[in-house]
């Protein structure tokens, strides 16, 4: 998801920091000198949830790992007249936990149009306009072939639904509800309507009532929904959308009944992209709107699609979509269809004409690189709702081109892996799903089209593309800054991009580049995806994955760049001969709080160079260590950081002669 403040700039533009901010920090007085107690940087560190043999000590899913599961069947109606969507909702739910449930929550999103929601409380706004929220016409039991009316309990966002016998353990019921909202304007952010050049375009999700998620460690999560992101339950989904005729609908998951909503020459057009690595016209711009562009004009037509193991479904419909597709070769041999919808005066090759193949580069390598897209298809969708995301599909903006469209795509798609495939809460822990992939988003900048987009690299996020490890400064020297564990909700706007995608990201970068390498990382990263794929993971997790993986305890690192938000200074303070009087001392200090591995160059009086790894444990005991340099040349220049790698807040002391 991109920064809701400003839908049209996504996670790639600037900080909200200068970059003489960061400048500025090397004006600290030396005498400040250390800051840096090894005993508190490297400390036992108590994680946030315990292992137990649901959550291993491991990192992985436990023996005992469990999690609830919900089906969805959806019968829904738009009616663009009325700017509403009116649906049956029947929901089978099955209960895999260990305990007895009295009653059911479920999310009701679309309450936070209500004037005086907790959403419009918490931001000290309506977002943009109200509306009636999402209106509850029955909610039914079928139990036995019998119907049996329940009155529930709605707060908020939230609704609860008391059971009139409790569902036991490895039970299920089914749940039927009956329900209608009206669409928000563009001000509804991650979903809207609005107008196109020829149409209105409607981007449909939070559309229907969905579970709230029942797991180890709360029981029920009903968290309100402040307009941060979603915790949901996994399960397959057939929906059905009953729309005017002269519609398209694109969908999560794959259509069902081409027969009934596509023309003959628009379902051999989608055949022959299915064996395209090309980009196929499905419904051409010029075709919009034409008699010959549907099977029939008048009256509506119902689309049926399914999505399965999956956390949600949304679609766009619009009378004014264009159409195209191609195919993704995914691994093991499976293919799918990368499609793109989008109004006529989005097309263009340096537009939304090439849509088709950013997306499907962007599915096949995050396939191939980190784990497959279990999808039969992806869809861009060109409308009013901006840089959001669902499984299968994505909305994304009617004037974007060139390079923001292709970084928005592949940030967008990209969440298809974090949190649609690994199942994080983002309403909790956003900085997991947004870091996570705005950090995916780095590699696949540099490979697609020989970098044409490339470097992207946590740099873009500043003005000037400078060096991500300088950008990041004003972040760390900021006192108000929170650190990456907060809770979502609590972090203001002003830090949500700085810390919830970027600090987030380069996190991992640094990880993966300067801690543990490529060779250590990429498999512990993969087996942490393959284990929680369609699971529950919370942050103990991750990193109790990455230290058994990687063979490293890294709590020095969680907690100076998770749970604080530390700053780092390195500093070569002398050069002197050794002892023996065959090598040479270089002095080196870690003087702020957070610690981390450097390179040590140094130079000798003939020329040479030689590069020395120190690991973080060079400074586990004491601030200042003594790096013995062997052999007959002097040591005459020592410089830590070199290649300008870490964030080291004062460069001015890296250097000593």
Not at 186 to 199: C, H, I, L, S
Not at 215 to 232: H, M, N, S, V
Not at 486 to 506: C, G, I, P, W
């Amino acid at each position: 998801m991109l920064a809701p403040r400003d839908k049209r700039s996504c996670p790639l533009k600037h900080l909200a920091y200068p970059l003489a901010g960061a400048l500025a920090l090397a004006a600290l007085p030396a005498a400040a000198q250390t800051r840096y107690d090894p005993a508190a940087a490297f400390a036992p560190l108590t994680l946030p949830s315990a292992a137990n043999t649901v959550r291993g000590a491991n990192g992985m899913p436990g023996p005992g790992y469990w999690q609830n599961r919900s089906d969805y069947k959806i019968h829904a109606t738009l009616d663009p007249a009325a700017k509403r969507v009116s649906g049956t909702a029947t929901i089978t739910y099955t209960n895999n936990s260990p305990d007895r449930l009295d009653y059911l929550w479920l999310q009701l999103d679309q309450n936070l149009y209500r004037p005086g929601s907790r959403g419009a409380m918490a931001s000290g706004r309506v977002p943009g306009g109200t509306s009636d929220g999402m209106t509850i016409e029955a909610v039914e039991l079928l139990s036995g072939g019998k119907t049996i009316a329940v009155t529930p309990v709605i707060s908020d966002t939230r609704m609860q639904v008391p059971l009139p016998m409790a569902l036991l353990s490895h039970g299920k019921l089914t749940l039927r509800i009956r329900y209608h909202f009206t669409i928000p304007g563009e001000w509804g952010g991650r979903m809207a309507w609005g107008k196109a050049r020829d149409g209105e375009v409607y981007n449909i999700a939070q559309w229907y009532p969905r579970m709230a998620v029942y797991d180890d460690l709360r029981g029920w999560d009903p968290l309100p929904y402040l307009a941060q992101e979603f915790y949901l339950d996994y399960g397959d989904f057939d929906y059905w959308v009953t729309l005017p005729a002269n519609m398209i609908v694109a969908g999560s998951g794959e259509l069902q009944n081409p027969q009934d909503v596509l023309t003959a020459t628009q379902r051999a057009r989608l055949a022959k992209a299915r064996t395209s690595d090309a980009t196929v016209e499905v419904i051409a711009p010029s075709e919009i709107g034409t008699p010959a562009s549907r099977p029939r004009q008048e009256g509506t037509l119902t689309w049926h699609f399914r999505m399965e193991n999956s956390r949600d479904v949304a679609f766009a419909a619009s009378s004014a979509f264009a159409w195209d597709a191609a195919r993704m070769n995914l691994p093991g041999g499976r293919t799918g269809l990368a499609m793109s919808v989008y109004p006529a005066e989005s097309q263009g090759p340096d537009k939304w004409g090439r849509s088709t193949e950013y997306l499907k580069h962007a599915v096949e390598e995050f396939s191939r690189r980190w784990y497959p897209y279990p999808w039969p298809n992806a869809v861009n969708v060109a409308g009013i709702a901006t840089g959001m995301e669902y499984p299968g599909i994505v909305f994304d903006g009617i004037e974007d081109t060139g390079k923001e469209l292709f970084w928005i795509t592949a940030h967008e798609i990209g969440h298809s892996w974090f949190p649609m495939i690994v199942g994080f809460d983002e309403r909790r822990d956003a900085w997991m799903d947004e870091g996570f992939n705005t950090f995916i988003d780095v590699y696949e900048s540099d490979a697609f089209n020989h970098g044409e987009y490339g470097p992207k690299r946590d740099s873009e996020y500043a003005e000037g593309g400078g060096n991500p490890v300088d950008e990041i400064l004003p972040v760390l020297a900021d006192p108000n800054a929170p650190p990456i564990l907060s809770r979502a909700d609590t972090v203001t706007e002003k830090y949500r991009h700085a810390v919830t995608y970027f600090k987030s990201a380069l996190g991992l970068t640094l990880l993966r580049e300067q801690i543990l390498g490529p060779e250590r990382f990429d498999p512990a990263f993969r087996r942490f995806i393959a284990a929680w794929a369609f699971k529950h993971p919370k942050p103990a997790d991750f990193f109790r994955a990455m230290e058994d993986a990687s063979g490293e305890d890294l709590s020095w690192w969680w907690r100076g760049w998770y749970f604080h938000n530390w700053t780092l200074d390195q500093a070569v303070t002398r050069i002197g001969p050794a002892r023996d009087g065959a090598g040479s001392l270089v002095t080196v200090e870690n003087r702020d709080p957070m610690v981390m591995p450097a390179t040590l160059r140094v130079t000798f009086a003939d020329g040479s160079k030689r590069d020395i790894a120190l690991p973080a444990e060079t400074w586990i005991r004491t601030a200042s260590t003594d790096v013995y340099v062997p052999g007959p040349q002097r040591v005459v220049r020592a410089e830590i950081d070199p290649d300008h790698k870490l964030p080291d807040r004062d460069r001015s002391n890296n250097v000593a002669r």
